[in-house]
């Protein structure tokens, strides 16, 4: 079995559409190897053409001391095991296999969480990765609790395992479930019996001390928090960030994102994305709090904002 190339037990989830390149890159610059072991990149889809390397690289970004694995999304397809053979070339790391997108499109190409009432498909899709990487790649597996029920969940575990899986992700929830509180936890107890590799939680996590919580309550070898960690991307280490480090970050990722000629607003927009979800610094608290950003409609003013905030914090420093 190919060695995992995680640095810790603690993993940043994949999220189509926010943890991009460089929100990913901020984030990995907050932290130690030791507090953040691995991440992921977005899905990338393949329906009937193979990607290029270019594209490959592009999703990868800038790699550092923390690993971050590509992950594929797409049925059995000479698209997907070509895209997979120009991933190595390329030096990836490691593959992970998307099989929780419950999106339309991703349902309607039987990829994605249409798998979750198909085991011996799902097998085959992750054997035929295994078979075509060959053994020095690892080839993870990002599986939900099931379809419109948990009654598959040892079932789509043990098919990941059999198909040569190095690691199982299960998001505790199911497809029908979607993105819902909670999360039972209970599944990853389950799938962690189920599972003859190791098995990463997910699902629910809302605090720094739940990473811990959750390996200790279930068993699981590594715990992977989404998205409390747009609105916390300090989660992994703990660290509590001031207003002035909060600000700095968005501010950050808002001339990252211009500095690859982002316009004004959808730069804005995504700083909206992640303060919809913040929860530290006290830059906002409470349904107000956080309303006072969302329902800004000039971009300058959400910029100007954040800039007097880093600048007010650090005179009081
Ligand atoms: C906006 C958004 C985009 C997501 N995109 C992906 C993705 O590209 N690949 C994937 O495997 N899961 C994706 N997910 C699911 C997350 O990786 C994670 O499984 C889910 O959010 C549950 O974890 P949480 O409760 O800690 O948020 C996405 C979730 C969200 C909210």
């Not at 009937?48 to 390397?53: D, E, K, V």
């Not at 009432?117 to 992750?126: A, F, Q, Y």
């Not at 929830?173 to 019996?193: D, H, N």
């Not at 098995?199 to 590594?222: F, K, W």
Request: net charge neutral; aromatic share 4%; charged share 25%.
């Amino acid at each position: 079995m190919p060695r995992l190339p995680f640095t810790a037990p603690n993993l940043l989830a994949p999220m189509e559409g926010v943890t991009d390149p460089l929100f990913r890159q901020l984030v990995l610059e907050l932290h130690e190897p030791k507090d953040l072991g691995g991440t992921f990149t977005e899905f990338l889809r393949i329906s009937h053409q193979a990607r290029t390397r270019r594209t490959i690289l592009q999703h990868l970004g800038t790699q550092g001391p923390i690993p971050v694995g590509l992950q594929l999304m797409g049925r059995k397809s000479d698209a997907l095991l070509e895209t997979a053979r120009t991933a190595v070339s390329a030096g990836v790391e490691l593959i992970d296999l998307n099989f929780g997108c419950p999106a339309k499109g991703a349902l309607k190409g039987c990829a994605g969480a249409a798998m979750m009432d198909d085991p011996r498909g799902l097998e085959d899709v992750v054997q035929s990765i295994h078979d075509t990487v060959g053994s020095e790649i690892p080839v993870t597996a990002k599986l939900r609790a099931g379809g419109d029920d948990d009654s598959l969940l040892e079932d789509l575990v043990r098919a990941a395992c059999a198909g040569g899986a190095a690691m199982v992700t299960l998001h505790a929830r199911t497809r029908k479930e979607a993105y819902a509180a909670p999360a039972p936890w209970e599944r990853l107890a389950r799938a962690v019996a189920a599972s003859s590799v190791p098995l990463c939680g997910n699902g629910g996590i809302d605090s720094h001390a739940d990473l811990a919580r959750m390996r200790q309550e279930t068993g699981c070898t590594y715990a992977m928090v989404g998205r409390a960690a747009l609105g916390n991307p300090w989660i992994f280490s703990g660290h509590e960030p001031s207003a002035k480090e909060c600000a700095e970050f968005l501010l950050a990722y808002a001339d990252g994102l211009m500095g690859r000629d982002a316009p004004l607003r959808g730069t804005v927009s995504r700083l909206k994305q992640l303060l919809r979800h913040w929860s530290v610094g006290g830059i906002a608290d409470g349904a107000e709090g956080r309303r006072s950003w969302l329902h800004e409609g000039d971009p300058e003013a959400v910029l100007a904002r954040l800039g007097t905030l880093a600048e007010q914090d650090r005179q009081r420093v």
